[in-house]
Nanobody, 115 residues
Framework: QVQLVESGGGLVQPGGSLRLSCAAS????????MGWYRQAPGKQRELVAV???????TYADSMKGRFTISRDNAKNTVYLQMNSLKSEDTAVYYC?????????WGQGTPVTVSS
């Protein structure tokens, strides 16, 4: 079992930045893949970025160059640095952990990009 707690969401103006955090209840070194997904109102949940326990990262095309995923194994935390935010980035952002053969999700943290 893995429990995930996201934080860092909020209201930001277009062009601004936010850093999301995802704290895990166990050592993330043992978790093969951790990632961020998002779900906008009326839309399906979509991939934002993932990072493996060896540090390999993958991003959705629309986030490349603007978002950065990272992990701090000592703190059992994964981060998502979001820069140059756009209104279309408005969504609830969810942390995911793929551990053993199961997927675990956090409760989500809302991000609103608006002037």
């Amino acid at each position: 079992q893995v429990q995930l707690v996201e934080s860092g969401g909020g209201l930001v103006q277009p062009g601004g930045s936010l850093r999301l955090s995802c704290a895990a209840s166990r050592s993330i070194f043992s978790i093969a893949i951790m990632g961020w997904y998002r779900q906008a109102p009326g839309k399906q949940r979509e991939l934002v970025a993932v990072i493996t326990n060896t540090g390999h990262t993958t991003y959705a095309d629309s986030m490349k160059g603007r978002f950065t995923i990272s992990r701090d194994n000592a703190k059992n935390t994964v981060y998502l640095q979001m820069n140059s935010l756009k209104s279309e980035d408005t969504a609830v952002y969810y942390c995911n952990a793929h551990f053993m053969t199961s997927d675990f999700w956090g409760q989500g943290t809302p991000v609103t990009v608006s002037s």
